[in-house]
């Protein structure tokens, strides 16, 4: 599992990175392809994607368990709901194109608009496509196949790189203009195909462990009603994130030609070691709180929810200092390529950097979060995250009117540090009184030292930064000699300052993923 879920973000980012060079990041042709290839994920995601996490995996395992039902006809049944639901769904999107790209990105030029149209209507089949590969995911889970949905993504990835490679030998450019009708239906059909695979390895695993892929021309009979109450708050807080979404984006789309993909670059990066620090220490410790909670030992649930923060802020925080720091440099490494324009990856780098301010304050709020789930409560998450939705797009809209061009994109990646840092703020108060103490003088001594290591490490960076930019450049190459150099020396002098303050927690997480992966 583990190794599937390295490969699985190494592919992604790696897909990421191909797109932007084959369509060339701060061109009107990669925005339009951004805008309109999210879209399917946005509207799986509230329609479905919510009440498949909260309601229909754990579902699916007591079904499983339930010597009384057949467990093969009720997932049949599931699945079939999911294919006609879904499959409405994708039609009425499809003629509901050019008003879903208004919504999004109202910004748009005619010509950028009507490709971003022709993109959207290829690919809102994914929304079946992913709802497809969720379900028969969520059936694997339940009969003890935890590997195979890890890997499948994977196909998805692969596919899309293969998609921007071809775009690349044929002749594509940046440049919307250019843009042949076969260019345009490589992008289209081969970015769907890529979902597609990835639901098509799905079913073939599910075939292997003897599930029949049989759809039933009745779906009844697996309690419609009784998940949509269930999955009513969690579809409450999915609908708030999305309407942040929307708000961005059409932000976003009014910021110049290029805002659209460089802020969802950016924010993809600032992303990942979330994703892969915090996830993974949640991972490991989610379970451990969840049986101190129905123990009712909330001594136990405190002592998690403070090994969890400690845990992740001692990676975390190093490395948003380092994207405030290194943010233009880093990315101008990553994306500087092919169709790319430099001045758009150092742009997505000045977001990358606002967006680092937000790392730390988004670990520990949704690190919290859980907390509440493992009490069995998902009222106040969804709360919480509609109040954390609500000052996001507050926020955002301020910030509309007081920033300009691209100086706006960055200010929507500083309201998103605020709006964590206010869920995280309120969050710890609501945990405080409901389980009685959070740890907090330890937290404070310990932030406060992880802290000061940072800071050494960080200025050591900036140094070295000013240093090597005036002697080497900011070119792909100086770029790349400035974070190698640069990472080093903060990296070393923050492990020298965390031994000196006695920052325990590096060895402690050492630990913890050692034991994780095993």
């Not at 980012?13 to 369509?23: E, G, I, M, P």
């Not at 009979?221 to 579809?235: E, H, N, Y």
């Not at 090597?468 to 300052?497: K, Q």
Request: proline share 3%; glycine share 8%; net charge positive.
């Amino acid at each position: 599992m583990a190794i599937a879920t390295i490969v699985s973000r190494v592919t992604g980012f790696v897909r990421t990175l191909a797109l932007v060079a084959a369509l060339g990041l701060g061109s009107r042709l990669l925005d339009a392809y951004t805008a309109a290839n999210v879209t399917p994920n946005t509207i799986y995601e509230l329609v479905f994607g919510g009440a498949l996490a909260s309601v229909l995996v754990p579902l699916l395992v007591r079904t499983a368990d339930d010597g009384d039902v057949d467990d093969d006809l009720f997932a049949q049944r599931l699945l079939s709901l999911v294919v006609y639901g879904l499959g409405a769904v994708v039609i009425i999107t499809i003629i509901a194109a050019p008003f879903i790209v208004d919504l999004y990105v109202p910004g748009f030029s005619p010509d950028q608009r009507h490709l971003a149209v022709v993109f959207t209507r290829y690919f809102m089949p994914q929304i079946l496509f992913y709802g497809v590969s969720a379900t028969l995911a969520a059936i694997l889970n339940a009969r003890s196949r935890f590997v195979s949905p890890m890997w499948a993504p994977v196909a998805n990835n692969l596919v899309v790189i293969a998609t921007a490679s071809v775009f690349l030998l044929i002749g594509g450019t940046g440049k919307l203009e250019s843009l042949t009708h076969v260019q345009m239906l490589l992008l289209s059909i081969g970015t769907s195909a890529g979902v597609a695979a990835q639901m098509i390895v799905l079913a073939a695993v599910s075939r292997r462990t003897g599930f029949p892929l049989r759809l039933r021309a009745d779906p009844r009979g697996i309690g419609v009603r009784r998940i949509v109450v269930l999955a009513g708050w969690t579809i409450a807080s999915v609908a708030a994130a999305q309407a942040v979404f929307i708000v961005i984006t059409r932000i976003a789309s009014q910021a110049g030609s290029g805002a659209v993909s460089v802020y969802s670059n950016a924010y993809t990066l600032f992303q990942l070691p979330y994703a892969v620090i915090a996830v993974t220490v949640i991972t490991a410790v989610l379970p451990r709180m969840s049986r101190a909670a129905a123990d009712r030992d909330l001594a136990r649930v405190t002592a998690d929810l403070s090994r969890s923060l400690r845990l992740t802020s001692v990676v975390l925080v190093p490395i948003a200092a380092a994207l405030i720091v290194l943010g233009p440099q880093l990315t101008t490494v990553l994306f500087a390529h092919g169709n790319a324009s430099p001045a758009a990856a150092h742009l997505t780098g000045a977001v990358l950097a606002a967006y680092g301010l937000a790392l730390v304050p988004f670990a520990g709020y949704q690190i919290m979060l859980r907390v509440f789930y493992a009490l069995g409560d998902t009222r106040t998450p969804a709360l919480l995250s509609v109040g954390v939705s609500a000052v996001t797009i507050a926020t955002c809209l301020a910030a509309a009117q007081l920033a300009l061009g691209p100086n706006l994109v960055i200010a929507i990646a500083a309201c998103s540090a605020i709006a964590y840092t206010a869920g995280l703020l309120v969050t710890a108060q609501l945990l405080r009184r409901r389980i009685g103490r959070v740890d907090g003088h330890r937290l404070l001594s310990t932030h406060t030292r992880i802290l000061a290591a940072a800071i050494v490490a960080g200025l050591a960076a900036f140094l070295v930064n000013r240093v090597l930019g005036t002697t080497v450049g900011t070119s792909w190459t100086g770029s790349l000699i400035t974070v190698c150099t640069a990472a080093a020396i903060g990296a070393a002098l923050y492990a020298l300052a965390a031994r000196v303050l006695r920052i325990t927690e590096l060895r402690a997480l050492t630990t913890a993923l050692r034991i994780n992966n095993t």
